[in-house]
């Protein structure tokens, strides 16, 4: 059994035990998985744009706050993140912090994106902390599942990936027809997984609909913040998703 305490910077000491933890729940989309860096740098290129992978990435990093802080935050509980408007405004805000303000080039890469590798889409990398992280867990002998606002896709993305053989079930919000933030699809998962509230915490990748929605449920959350842009926070943040469980086990 695990305890864990408040921490609000990644490598500072633990503070009060709050309770024991029995399961550990993780995010899909930018915890478990990444988007296709690649790709989406090859479509800027067709578009005359010449950008790295890795600086998609940070400009992602980015994105995901602006995008948490100008619509989900302001809608709160009634989110959803995955209509098409929300998409379109991801990749709008994601080349905006990549400097690209050319309306025309947003509008042909949020068309593209809608058409990319359907159903599965971008997020169809493996995170590379992803089989570390939750072989930890496992060894643990902590239950491990994913709750993920999807299109009925994500089981199948894991599995090929080769990440399911280490989790116990995966919630889809299209499969269950409830979507995150709702409390009552991490409910779901903590009846699943036969724990307490309490004795749970949730791994993801934005403050409002992962943090504040597994709060609700009465569970714990770590903010995963690898660029640093959440800024002060009142949950423990980590760089990637090995060091959000490493933080978990650190108080064995």
């Known amino acids: 059994m695990y305890r864990i305490g408040k921490r609000f910077e990644a490598g500072a000491p633990f503070g ?9 729940f993780f995010d899909a989309g930018n915890t478990l998985l990444r988007m296709n860096y690649v790709d989406i740098a090859a479509e800027l290129g067709r578009h005359g744009v010449s950008v790295t992978p890795e600086a998609i990435q940070r400009a ?14 302001r809608s709160f509980p009634d989110v959803s993140t995955e209509s098409r408007s929300i998409g379109g405004r991801y990749v709008r805000y994601l080349l905006e912090a990549l400097g690209i303000a050319d309306a025309g080039i947003a509008d042909a890469v949020a068309e593209w994106r809608s058409r990319y590798n359907p159903p599965v889409g971008l997020w169809n990398t493996a995170d590379p902390q992803a089989a570390a992280a939750l072989r930890l867990v ?24 080769g990440l399911a053989s ?11 027809g409830i979507e995150k933030p709702d409390p009552r699809i991490f409910a779901l998962a903590i009846e699943q997984a036969g724990v307490a509230p309490g004795e749970a915490v949730y791994i993801g990748d ?13 569970m714990d959350a770590i903010l995963l913040d690898p660029g640093g842009h959440w800024g002060a926070r009142d949950c423990p943040r980590a760089t990637d998703v090995l060091a959000a469980v490493r933080f978990l086990l650190a108080s064995r």
Do not use: K, M, P
């Open 206 to 218: 934005l403050y409002t609909v992962d943090v504040r929605g597994a709060r609700a449920t009465g």
């Open 60 to 73: 992602e990093w980015r994105a995901r706050v602006q995008l948490d802080e100008e619509i989900f935050a």
């Open 16 to 24: 009060t035990v709050l309770h024991v933890i029995r399961a550990v």
């Open 166 to 176: 280490h989790l116990d079930f995966v919630l889809d919000s299209f499969e269950v």
């Open 138 to 161: 496992r060894h643990a002998g902590l239950a491990a599942a994913v709750i993920s606002n999807s299109n009925g896709s994500v089981r199948s993305i894991l599995q090929a990936l």
